[in-house]
């Protein structure tokens, strides 16, 4: 089976697996564990922040730092197709009392010019903005990477207004490894900033918050609150570990093997890239002028022995990782293309 549903669906590695076996661990939630607390000296460092906090779920990271810098009624500035508005299950609501303001971000780039106009004046009838969520790469978007300069713009927008400014940066390294761009410029953006050791560097579980030491103490305790409190985590923490020392270099490899299954499919009638090229690790396919059936060459594809996902009522998504060879792309790619075209 060739799964290339998402890069969450990678193994730990046999590196990766000794390196868990051998942590030393303690009680993360008395912050005695020393393989957690070298895990986030690192991230940290690599983000040029003062602190950071290992979480369980990219989910919770996100929801944590929503609720650490937000109020019941407070609302939130994010783009209607950012992974927060669409797949962290109304949690915001649900948990925080935060209202969700979703405005339209052409080419999944939010521009300072439609949040100026999107946050709240100061009257007693209406919701205090408070925070605006930026999403670099950004997964609806097709994996796109944000142009720091149009960050930067935004966040100077939102704190020149007393708003603060959060980074979803789950795929953050894949930004990296495409623009040129250093984690830290990205991080210096954001006043929190999440990123996940899930998604393309092969960890387990895992993912991490970084901000001011005071933010990250905040957090700390709205992480316990949502149950993110973990005991003998380090664990985890040296998969975490491992995989910024030997998965982060190679994440470009990913990004020639979405090109390459999007060179295979490209050619196919009616069939639409979005966006083309991949600009990263994640290919969206739109089948809307094929007159095919997202369910049913879905379902002709897991006979086939592929997973892919579908990405809306006319979409699929496939996504390149750590544990599929280029090779096996192509392979998919040949067989969705006979689905299709068959």
Same mark, same amino acid.
């Given at each position: 089976?060739?799964?290339?549903?998402?890069?969450?669906?990678?193994?730990?590695?046999?590196?990766?697996?000794?390196?868990?076996?051998?942590?030393?661990?303690?009680?993360?939630?008395?912050?005695?564990?020393?393989?957690?607390?070298?895990?986030?000296?690192?991230?940290?460092?690599?983000?040029?922040?003062?602190?950071?906090?290992?979480?369980?779920?990219?989910?919770?990271?996100?929801?944590?730092?929503?609720? #650490?810098? +937000? *109020?019941?009624?407070? $609302?939130?500035?994010?783009?209607?197709? /950012?992974?927060?508005? !669409?797949?962290?299950? @109304?949690?915001?609501?649900?948990?925080?009392?935060?209202?969700?303001?979703?405005?339209?971000?052409?080419?999944?780039?939010?521009?300072?010019?439609?949040?100026?106009?999107?946050?709240?004046?100061?009257?007693?009838?209406?919701?205090?903005?408070?925070?605006?969520?930026?999403?670099n790469t950004h997964n609806r978007g097709g994996g796109v990477v944000v142009p720091l300069e149009q960050m930067r713009?935004?966040?100077?927008?939102?704190?020149?207004?007393?708003?603060?400014?959060?980074?979803?940066?789950?795929?953050?390294?894949?930004?990296?490894? #495409?623009? +040129? *761009?250093?984690?830290? $410029?990205?991080?210096?953006?954001?006043? /929190?900033?999440?990123? !996940?050791?899930?998604? @393309?560097?092969?960890?387990?579980?895992?993912?991490?918050?970084?901000?001011?030491?005071?933010?990250?103490?905040?957090?700390?305790?709205?992480?316990?609150?949502?149950?993110?409190?973990?005991?003998?985590?380090?664990?985890?923490?040296?998969?975490?570990?491992?995989?910024?020392?030997?998965?982060?270099?190679?994440?470009?490899?990913?990004?020639?093997?979405?090109?390459?299954?999007?060179?295979?499919?490209?050619?196919?009638?009616?069939?639409?890239?979005?966006?083309?090229?991949?600009?990263?690790?994640?290919?969206?396919?739109?089948?809307?002028?094929?007159?095919?059936?997202?369910?049913?060459?879905?379902?002709a594809l897991r006979e086939a022995g592929i997973l892919m996902v579908p990405f809306g009522a006319t979409r699929l998504?496939?996504?390149?990782?750590?544990?599929?060879?280029?090779?096996?792309?192509?392979?998919?790619?040949?067989?969705?293309?006979?689905?299709?075209?068959?």
């Open positions: 089976m060739i799964d290339i549903r998402s890069d969450t669906v990678t193994r730990p590695t046999p590196g990766m697996r000794r390196a868990m076996a051998e942590a030393l661990v303690g009680d993360d939630v008395f912050e005695g564990d020393p393989t957690v607390q070298k895990l986030e000296t690192r991230v940290a460092e690599l983000f040029g922040k003062e602190a950071a906090l290992f979480v369980p779920s990219g989910t919770m990271g996100n929801q944590v730092c929503l609720h #650490t810098w +937000g *109020a019941p009624g407070n $609302e939130v500035i994010l783009d209607y197709e /950012s992974h927060i508005a !669409c797949y962290e299950v @109304g949690t915001a609501a649900a948990f925080s009392g935060l209202q969700l303001q979703m405005i339209e971000c052409p080419n999944a780039v939010m521009s300072a010019a439609r949040v100026a106009e999107a946050i709240r004046v100061d009257d007693i009838h209406c919701p205090q903005t408070r925070i605006v969520c930026l999403e713009e935004v966040a100077e927008v939102a704190h020149r207004r007393g708003l603060v400014v959060h980074l979803d940066g789950a795929r953050i390294w894949n930004a990296v490894a #495409t623009s +040129g *761009a250093s984690l830290a $410029e990205y991080a210096a953006v954001a006043d /929190s900033l999440m990123c !996940c050791l899930s998604k @393309g560097l092969g960890a387990p579980i895992g993912s991490l918050i970084v901000g001011t030491r005071e933010f990250i103490r905040r957090a700390r305790r709205t992480r316990k609150m949502f149950g993110g409190g973990m005991r003998q985590v380090g664990i985890l923490a040296a998969a975490g570990l491992y995989a910024l020392e030997h998965h982060l270099p190679r994440l470009a490899d990913d990004h020639l093997k979405a090109r390459a299954f999007a060179d295979c499919v490209r050619h196919i009638d009616g069939l639409r890239l979005v966006p083309d090229p991949p600009p990263t690790n994640i290919i969206v396919m739109d089948l809307a002028g094929t007159g095919k059936q997202v369910g049913d060459v879905l379902i998504r496939a996504v390149a990782h750590l544990d599929v060879t280029a090779d096996e792309m192509v392979r998919a790619a040949q067989i969705l293309s006979d689905i299709i075209e068959g």
